[in-house]
């Protein structure tokens, strides 16, 4: 049996945001705490699912795993090293390695490009092409890993549907060739015909290149379908952490089985 590598470790995470500064000192008068204190891991070639209401700090933590934001107390471990000790370059390749797919993919993509120019932005920005012919090779490549055909690049994001759009910054997050990617509520804006699509086709990349997710989502139902493990959220506290199938099976917490009940009531 081969080792379980960890990809990300996150260790005693805390999250304040100041919300009120003294006009003149700057001194924070009050701040709003996020996320208390979390500690989990990411497996390789794993999904952890983070599920919880509105405002419990899910999208927080998830920005803090992957870079996006910074914790104000706590430690983020990459492949086993500390985020905060890395080099320059160290740092830029972690960040690269983390990717973000969020909610509403429109929004994400500049209107003003074509799909295919989209998608081979971070390619060109961060100089991983040597020429543009490389990149396009490259773009043709992922459109077609998540079902697009190359016509699709030639179009513009307004031209595609919410659920091509969502394949095509799939596409862009795999074109630097990531290790994890951060699904921050992937399918919430997308038909309900549509989510399953979407969410087999994130499955079936996660077997073929062995990345890591974190699967955001507040429907419990989309994250037991992804999960190996699950982590529960509540007013920025984890209120309960482990196997996906045990967390939600034999759900230890009141807050838990009511977040089960609800999703039940949603459906049917
Ligand atoms: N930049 C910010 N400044 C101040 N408070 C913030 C900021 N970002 C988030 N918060 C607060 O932190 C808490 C957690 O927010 P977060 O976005 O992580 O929740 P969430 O679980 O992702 O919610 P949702 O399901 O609505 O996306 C909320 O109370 C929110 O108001
Ligand atoms: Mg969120």
Wanted: proline residues 3%; contains cysteine; glycine residues 8%.
């Amino acid at each position: 049996m081969s080792e379980i590598k960890t990809a990300i470790s996150v260790k005693n995470i805390r999250k304040e945001f100041a919300v009120r500064k003294h006009f003149l000192t700057g001194r924070v008068q009050e701040k709003v705490v996020a996320v208390k204190s979390a500690s989990f891991d990411v497996e390789e070639g794993k999904t952890l699912g983070i599920v919880g209401e509105s405002g419990s700090g899910k999208s927080t933590i998830g920005e803090i795993a992957g870079g996006l934001q910074k914790q104000s107390f706590g430690k983020v471990y990459y492949y086993g090293k500390d985020t905060m000790a890395m080099s320059g370059d160290e740092y830029e390749q972690f960040r690269r390695s983390v990717q973000f797919i969020f909610q509403d993919p429109k929004g994400s993509m500049d209107p003003n490009y074509t799909v295919g120019d989209n998608i081979a932005f971070p390619l060109l920005t961060l100089k991983l092409s040597r020429s543009k012919e490389e990149a396009n090779n490259l773009v043709s490549e992922m459109l077609m890993r998540v079902g697009l055909g190359a016509e699709t690049g030639r179009k513009y994001p307004s031209e595609i549907s919410g659920g091509q759009c969502q394949r095509a910054a799939i596409a862009r997050a795999l074109i630097v060739k990531p290790r994890v990617i951060i699904c921050d509520e992937p399918v919430s804006a997308l038909d309900i015909s549509i989510q399953a699509q979407i969410l087999n086709l994130l499955k079936k990349l996660q077997k073929e290149l062995n990345i890591s997710y974190i699967f955001i989502s507040h429907d419990i139902g989309a994250v037991n379908y992804m999960s190996d493990s699950i982590l529960v959220m509540s007013k920025g506290n984890i209120v309960e952490y482990g196997d996906a199938r045990e967390v939600l099976l034999h759900p230890r917490e009141a807050y838990t089985k009511n977040l089960i009940e609800s999703a039940f009531l949603d459906r049917y």
